[in-house]
């Protein structure tokens, strides 16, 4: 049996009670999501759902790994899922092929990732400090205000998502530093390449964390010898480079074809991260809003730590600093990367942040809340192992009258910020029209450009067909004489028929990216860019011809790819293949 069905079936043979308080609370964190509306006023609410368009369109056009998202730039389109993580929205288009409303497949995963990462969390605290331990971080976990922030406030699906993952890379790392072996290396390379594949910014700003972490179980739990230290330092690298392996298909072409766009536009401005430090009064305050992040103070929602999870933090540090118990200084640890992480979102992390190539990528410092909503939750159940030790009591599998009050208090302390502001779901959000109408509401701040755009478009020939709910033509004659018929119009394709009667010029109104491929009567022909928006552009001799544009491979993707299945094929092989088979390698 694995290691993983192995800590599941002890997960819930002795702890059932409390594995089903932490399902039971987090029903007042999800349980907003079940009424029949949404809250479309959320800051990323509605292109987390036309995001989720845009990929379900690429999907059924065949594309099995969706990296053009067609409606962008009023229909020019952008390579979204080249730069942005997939893996979540994987999984919400596994409901909507079930039949779900794609707003409803999106809250749906919200309410899984909510209990995911409860989950997570309660097997990660409970292999560090016991099962009350675990039971007190994971309801901390749930009920931090920036949890709730990320659905209700900000919406932020994929990085919600990255939440739920993140207690299972640590408890993974946990296990496989602790006792070096085939199955845990494999799991923890799996929740580490799995964490990249969910969203980027989450696997920048947390690798640190667990770089760091890894280097403390080393030192501190790890008897100290040259031979172990190389041993278990070698596995915890060998399930990194795992990870990185299996989301190659994702991170090779983010990182080799970033530069195809214009990616200053999304880190200046409004987006540049000088302007989103955190002070220090703001991560006591408990106004809670739901308008955006300005420069200095000028922000519209909360940054709090949250007062009920403070005052757990000052508690569980003076009991770690009295008591010795087990995993006490782990405690500690998280402690200070609770601090760091305060320190490094404030003004005075500045510095930092001018020397960190990545600091652009992740926008915004206040980021780093969702660093602290996982150290802070660790921190808070190491309190009740402290008291435990402090009292010379045994664990119980479940739960004692005093912390099931804490849990309440938990509970309680976060509860008005579980009410999101409630819209109807009007069916064009879960159109194109969606992304035509993002566009339009703030065009200097959302339109995509890619590197051959000289002009950010203000409008293009598909604007008034979106608008009106017409059948789009995403083509073109613009010199010579001749006809067009539209063929095919997908998520990353297209095809026309023309009839010329002279030689033409014929122009999709797509922007020109690594890829794009056309086919001349089903030969391939070179293309160009033609300014100012850089749009795809190719010369069509006299008669009849079919034209087809097509999103097509590069060599970082197919590389990426093929390190992507090598991987998977790895894994699988170390959590199933029979023990005999190492045995005789």
Same mark, same amino acid.
């Given at each position: 049996?694995?290691?993983?069905?192995?800590?599941?079936?002890?997960?819930?043979?002795?702890?059932?009670?409390?594995?089903?308080?932490?399902?039971?609370?987090?029903?007042?964190?999800?349980?907003?999501?079940?009424?029949?509306?949404?809250?479309?006023?959320?800051?990323?609410?509605?292109?987390?759902?036309?995001?989720?368009?845009?990929?379900?369109?690429?999907?059924?056009?065949?594309?099995?790994?969706?990296?053009?998202?067609?409606?962008?730039?009023?229909?020019?389109?952008?390579?979204?899922?080249? #730069? +942005?993580?997939? $893996?979540?929205?994987?999984?919400?288009?596994?409901?909507? *092929? @079930?039949?779900? =409303? &794609?707003? !409803? /497949?999106?809250?749906?995963?919200?309410?899984?990732?909510?209990?995911?990462?409860?989950?997570?969390?309660?097997?990660?605290?409970?292999?560090?400090?016991?099962?009350?331990?675990?039971?007190?971080?994971?309801?901390?976990?749930?009920?931090?205000?920036?949890?709730?922030?990320?659905?209700?406030?900000?919406?932020?699906?994929?990085?919600?998502?990255?939440?739920?993952?993140?207690?299972?890379?640590?408890?993974?790392?946990?296990?496989?530093?602790?006792?070096?072996?085939?199955?845990?290396?494999?799991?923890?390379?799996?929740?580490?390449?799995?964490?990249?594949?969910?969203?980027?910014?989450?696997?920048?700003?947390?690798?640190?964390?667990?770089?760091?972490?890894? #280097? +403390?179980?080393? $030192?501190?739990?790890?008897?100290?010898?040259?031979?172990? *230290? @190389?041993?278990? =330092? &070698?596995? !915890? /690298?060998?399930?990194?480079?795992?990870?990185?392996?299996?989301?190659?298909?994702?991170?090779?072409?983010?990182?080799?074809?970033?530069?195809?766009?214009?990616?200053?536009?999304?880190?200046?401005?409004?987006?540049?991260?000088?302007?989103?430090?955190?002070?220090?009064?703001?991560?006591?305050?408990?106004?809670?809003?739901?308008?955006?992040?300005?420069?200095?103070?000028?922000?519209?929602?909360?940054?709090?730590?949250?007062?009920?999870?403070?005052?757990?933090?000052?508690?569980?540090?003076?009991?770690?600093?009295?008591?010795?118990?087990?995993?006490?200084?782990?405690?500690?640890?998280?402690?200070?990367?609770?601090?760091?992480?305060?320190?490094?979102?404030?003004?005075?992390?500045?510095?930092?942040?001018?020397?960190?190539?990545?600091?652009? *990528?992740?926008?915004?410092?206040?980021?780093?809340?969702?660093?602290?909503?996982?150290?802070?939750?660790?921190?808070?159940?190491?309190?009740?192992?402290?008291?435990?030790?402090?009292?010379?009591?045994?664990?119980?599998?479940?739960?004692?009258?005093?912390?099931?009050?804490?849990?309440?208090?938990?509970?309680?302390?976060?509860?008005?910020?579980?009410?999101?502001?409630?819209?109807?779901?009007?069916?064009?959000?879960?159109?194109?029209?969606?992304?035509?109408?993002?566009?339009?509401?703030?065009?200097?701040?959302?339109?995509?450009?890619?590197?051959?755009?000289?002009?950010?478009?203000?409008?293009?020939?598909?604007?008034?067909?979106?608008?009106?709910?017409?059948?789009?033509?995403?083509?073109?004659?613009?010199?010579?004489?001749?006809?067009?018929?539209?063929?095919?119009?997908?998520?990353?394709?297209?095809?026309?028929?023309?009839?010329?009667?002279?030689?033409?010029?014929?122009?999709?109104?797509?922007?020109?990216?690594?890829?794009?491929?056309?086919?001349?009567?089903?030969?391939?022909?070179?293309?160009?860019?033609?300014?100012?928006?850089?749009?795809?552009?190719?010369?069509?001799?006299?008669?009849?011809?079919?034209?087809?544009?097509?999103?097509?491979?590069?060599?970082?993707?197919?590389?990426?790819?093929?390190?992507?299945?090598?991987?998977?094929?790895?894994?699988?092989?170390?959590?199933?293949?029979?023990?005999?088979?190492?045995?005789?390698?």
């Amino acid at each position: 049996m694995g290691l993983g069905a192995l800590e599941m079936k002890r997960l819930f043979s002795k702890s059932d009670a409390n594995i089903w308080l932490v399902l039971a609370l987090s029903l007042f964190a999800w349980g907003p999501l079940l009424t029949p509306a949404y809250f479309f006023n959320a800051h990323d609410a509605r292109h987390s759902v036309f995001f989720l368009v845009e990929f379900d369109q690429t999907l059924r056009d065949g594309y099995l790994w969706p990296r053009w998202s067609p409606d962008f730039a009023f229909g020019y389109g952008y390579p979204l899922f080249n #730069l +942005y993580a997939p $893996l979540a929205f994987y999984a919400a288009e596994l409901f909507v *092929l @079930l039949g779900f =409303g &794609l707003t !409803a /497949a999106v809250k749906t995963m919200y309410a899984l990732a909510t209990i995911a990462g409860g989950l997570g969390m309660f097997g990660f605290g409970r292999r560090l400090f016991g099962p009350n331990a675990g039971l007190l971080a994971a309801v901390v976990y749930m009920f931090v205000p920036f949890h709730l922030v990320e659905i209700f406030v900000r919406s932020a699906y994929a990085e919600f998502v990255a939440l739920a993952v993140i207690p299972f890379v640590f408890w993974a790392f946990t296990e496989l530093v602790a006792a070096p072996g085939r199955r845990r290396l494999a799991l923890a390379g799996l929740s580490y390449g799995l964490l990249a594949l969910t969203h980027h910014t989450s696997f920048f700003t947390f690798t640190p964390v667990l770089m760091l972490y890894i #280097l +403390y179980l080393m $030192l501190v739990k790890v008897k100290v010898n040259p031979g172990a *230290l @190389l041993r278990h =330092g &070698l596995a !915890a /690298a060998g399930a990194g480079l795992l990870g990185i392996l299996l989301a190659a298909i994702y991170l090779l072409p983010m990182l080799a074809e970033t530069r195809y766009i214009k990616i200053e536009q999304w880190t200046s401005g409004s987006y540049n991260y000088l302007q989103h430090f955190v002070y220090f009064s703001q991560f006591f305050e408990e106004n809670w809003g739901y308008g955006y992040a300005g420069p200095g103070t000028a922000d519209d929602f909360s940054f709090q730590l949250g007062i009920v999870v403070f005052v757990l933090l000052a508690f569980a540090l003076l009991v770690s600093l009295l008591n010795r118990y087990p995993h006490r200084t782990t405690a500690i640890f998280f402690f200070a990367a609770t601090l760091a992480a305060v320190l490094l979102m404030s003004p005075w992390g500045a510095g930092v942040w001018q020397v960190l190539p990545i600091a652009a *990528l992740v926008q915004f410092p206040w980021r780093l809340l969702a660093v602290t909503a996982f150290t802070t939750a660790v921190v808070s159940g190491a309190l009740v192992a402290g008291l435990e030790a402090q009292a010379q009591v045994t664990p119980r599998p479940a739960a004692p009258p005093p912390l099931i009050l804490l849990l309440l208090v938990v509970v309680l302390g976060s509860f008005s910020y579980t009410l999101p502001q409630y819209t109807d779901i009007p069916v064009w959000a879960e159109t194109p029209l969606a992304v035509i109408n993002w566009d339009r509401a703030s065009i200097a701040d959302r339109v995509g450009m890619v590197s051959v755009t000289d002009e950010q478009p203000q409008t293009s020939p598909m604007e008034a067909q979106y608008l009106a709910g017409e059948p789009l033509t995403t083509a073109g004659i613009i010199a010579g004489q001749g006809t067009l018929e539209m063929l095919h119009h997908g998520g990353a394709s297209d095809a026309v028929r023309v009839q010329a009667e002279t030689p033409v010029v014929l122009q999709f109104y797509t922007y020109d990216y690594p890829g794009w491929q056309v086919l001349l009567d089903g030969q391939p022909v070179v293309h160009r860019f033609e300014p100012p928006h850089g749009l795809i552009t190719v010369d069509v001799p006299p008669g009849e011809h079919t034209v087809q544009l097509q999103m097509g491979s590069t060599a970082p993707r197919t590389l990426g790819a093929v390190l992507s299945g090598l991987a998977l094929l790895l894994i699988g092989g170390l959590l199933f293949a029979p023990e005999s088979a190492f045995r005789r390698n």
